[in-house]
């Protein structure tokens, strides 16, 4: 892979996506995500976000415009991509540790080390006791985690998460947004997080980008310190970034 | 007519058949605790045991002749008899392998069948019009023409219950298949997985409580095959059993045979259940 590092580790360029029959979706977006960045990206509901993130995962390839990473190629699905849905998606029938390992095992017969990362991911995450359990058995919170686990289990270079923790009450979603960071810093993981929660996205991102009926209208720099911690959320500078990237939703308003 | 204990227990059958297979599209309903089922069970049994003693005195009361209507205590020394003579047990056999060997030939072909016109809008297309015509057409109607064909023994019978199992297995594989979330076919497509790995993987496993279901459903239409058969074209089996009792104008004989037929229905039904409840453990709630 020949990477220029002058060039995004993923580059969206004039990207146009329409459902037949109906408006564009996307309508045109130019964005950036440097390597290793925490990208956020925010909007109204049906403002085009899930669609734009799945151009980036390549699940969906645009009109016009183009996706590409940093080698130059397009961007396609496949292994070197983690993705998390809103809603879990584990297979029910299949042990949580056999969930996590699913990437692995539909590439291949999984080796020790293979499971020795599943288990080392499940403990990080606060479930070391869970791998032999299903998911019925699991709270939502539980169940999020191991999507996330086995989002990470190939330690993907691009992590797409499309409002992952949007179901859950608030003190489980912090969590769960801590141990996000802690993986993704771990690892140098570049993220594309798309939520329609602003201090969601403040609290996560290095960027927020915001998103407003199928044209991108800011991507916003976040200037707060970095490890992030809950009790920031009170603090002034929180309040304003959040305020900054209310104002650009708030002003798209028709 | 039918005694009453058999037509409730049928009717019993054919209501759980039904339920289970509502009950089945929504995995999310968790399997009833052991301990609330028990007194229930208990009720069931009283009420079997106090409409076979209604039957007994109502017969002995009134006189019926055991021609039309035998009392159970007779229809229970017949059953004895003729198990323990061993005149019964090879039409046992003969009823159970028809309707197993039906049930594995038609059900295999349903599921396969239905596997092909999930995976395939054209084999749909195509071949979707000649099953519907194939189900339409009354084959307790065909079994003469069977007989014909394949001559007078098992195999008319056996083809006739495996075309009746075929049914209710290649609508349901298919109706499961084509309902998988679509998040999570996204999720494999997202993990590069093969069209035989999302087949095996992801939508057998994820229809299969859809799948057995219509396993259960042609469990119970697999029985009614089978003996309707042998009424038809067969010198074995319950079915040819209730027919040759009728010529002999034994009708404690012909109620033993139901009586062994309603067993079988049970047990069988009884043993769906317990695989269900085994191989969809995962799917339930908090278990």
Redesign the interface.
């Known amino acids: 892979m020949i990477a220029d590092p002058s060039r995004p580790f993923l580059h969206i360029e004039g990207a146009v996506y329409t459902y037949p029959g109906r408006a564009p979706i996307v309508n045109g977006i130019d964005w950036r995500l440097q390597a290793g960045g925490f990208h956020c990206l925010v909007g109204r509901s049906g403002c085009g976000k899930t669609t734009l993130l799945k151009l980036a995962?390549g699940?969906l390839t645009p009109q016009s415009g183009r996706v590409v990473l940093q080698d130059g190629t397009p961007a396609a699905?496949?292994?070197q991509?983690g993705?998390v849905?809103?809603?879990p998606?584990l297979?029910?029938?299949?042990?949580v540790i056999d969930n996590v390992l699913?990437?692995v095992s539909?590439?291949r017969r999984p080796l020790p080390e293979d499971l020795e990362r599943a288990h080392g991911l499940l403990a990080m995450l606060g479930l070391a006791d869970h791998a032999q359990h299903?998911?019925?058995?699991l709270s939502g919170g539980q169940q999020s985690r191991v999507a996330l686990a086995r989002a990470l289990i190939l330690e993907p270079a691009l992590l797409l998460l499309d409002e992952p923790f949007a179901a859950l009450d608030a003190i489980t979603r912090g969590e769960l947004q801590d141990d996000l960071l802690r993986m993704c810093r771990l690892r140098n993981t570049t993220v594309l997080f798309v939520t329609h929660d602003i201090s969601e996205a403040v609290y996560l991102g290095d960027r927020v980008a915001v998103m407003h009926q199928g044209r991108m209208l800011a991507d916003l720099p976040v200037d707060l310190p970095a490890p992030r911690t809950q009790a920031m959320r009170h603090g002034a500078a929180f309040n304003a970034a959040c305020a900054e990237v209310f104002e650009f939703m708030n002003g798209a308003r028709p | 007519m039918k005694p009453t204990a058999i037509k409730a227990a049928s009717q019993a059958a054919n209501n759980a058949a039904a339920k289970a297979a509502t009950k089945a599209a929504d995995p999310a309903i968790p399997q009833a605790i052991p301990h609330a089922t028990i007194k229930p069970r208990l009720l069931a049994l009283a009420l079997l045991v106090l409409l076979l003693a209604a039957w007994e005195i109502t017969v002995r009361q009134v006189g019926i002749s055991a021609l039309v209507l035998p009392a159970p205590s007779a229809v229970a020394k017949t059953l004895w008899t003729s198990l323990a003579t061993g005149y019964l047990w090879p039409h046992i056999g003969a009823t159970l392998a028809e309707m197993l060997l039906g049930l594995a030939i038609g059900g295999a072909a349903g599921l396969g069948i239905g596997v092909a016109l999930a995976e395939s809008a054209l084999l749909d297309r195509v071949l979707k019009p000649y099953v519907i015509v194939s189900q339409v057409v009354p084959k307790l109607a065909l079994a003469p023409l069977f007989v014909l064909w394949f001559g007078f023994g098992m195999a008319p019978t056996v083809v006739m219950t495996a075309l009746i199992c075929f049914f209710p297995l290649m609508e349901n594989t298919l109706t499961a298949l084509r309902q998988v979330d679509p998040n999570r076919l996204q999720l494999f497509r997202m993990l590069g997985a093969s069209r035989t790995q999302t087949l095996l993987r992801l939508k057998l496993p994820a229809g299969l409580p859809g799948i057995l279901a219509g396993l259960r459903v042609a469990l119970v239409l697999a029985l009614v095959g089978a003996v309707v058969g042998e009424f038809i074209g067969a010198s074995r089996g319950l079915g040819a059993v209730i027919i040759a009792a009728q010529g002999m104008m034994d009708t404690p004989l012909m109620f033993a045979a139901l009586t062994a037929i309603a067993v079988i229905g049970l047990l069988g039904y009884q043993a769906t259940l317990l695989l269900e409840r085994r191989l969809l453990r995962p799917y339930a709630d908090q278990s």
């Open positions: 995962a699940l699905p496949g292994p991509l993705y849905f809103q809603a998606t297979l029910e029938w299949q042990r699913l990437p539909l590439q299903y998911p019925r058995q």
